[in-house]
């Protein structure tokens, strides 16, 4: 088992900043992937960000050049850098963990509010 928390999100002002953090605790030996998707009302969940544990990075066009994912394994934490934050940014932004077999773990969802 793998237990994630997130933390950081809150509301800002477009143009603004905001960064997330994800702690993992629990079977972190097992844990490949870990990233951020996030859920609009009434959107479909989509990936924002992911980072392999070697550090290779997948990051949604909808965000490339505003969002960074950081991760140091060492402290079991991921990291998710937002500038440049826009109204369409607002969210449930959810972190997530991928095991060496394939089985995703998901924290609890922190609310992201970008106010135009």
């Known amino acids: 088992q793998v237990q994630l928390v997130e933390s950081g999100g809150g509301l800002v002002q477009a143009g603004g900043s905001l960064r997330l953090s994800c702690a993992a605790s629990?079977?972190?030996?097992?844990?490949?992937?870990m990233g951020w998707y996030r859920q609009a009302p009434g959107i479909e969940r989509e990936l924002v960000a992911a980072i392999s544990t070697g550090g290779v990075t997948n990051v949604a066009d909808s965000v490339l050049g505003r969002f960074t994912i950081s991760r140091i394994n060492a402290k079991n934490m991921v990291y998710l850098q937002m500038n440049s934050l826009i109204p369409e940014d607002t969210a449930v932004y959810y972190c997530?963990?991928?095991?060496?077999?394939?089985?995703?773990?998901w924290g609890q969802g922190t609310q992201v509010t970008v106010s135009s």
């Open positions: 997530y963990a991928e095991t060496f077999s394939g089985f995703i773990f």
């Open positions: 629990g079977s972190i030996s097992s844990i490949d992937a």
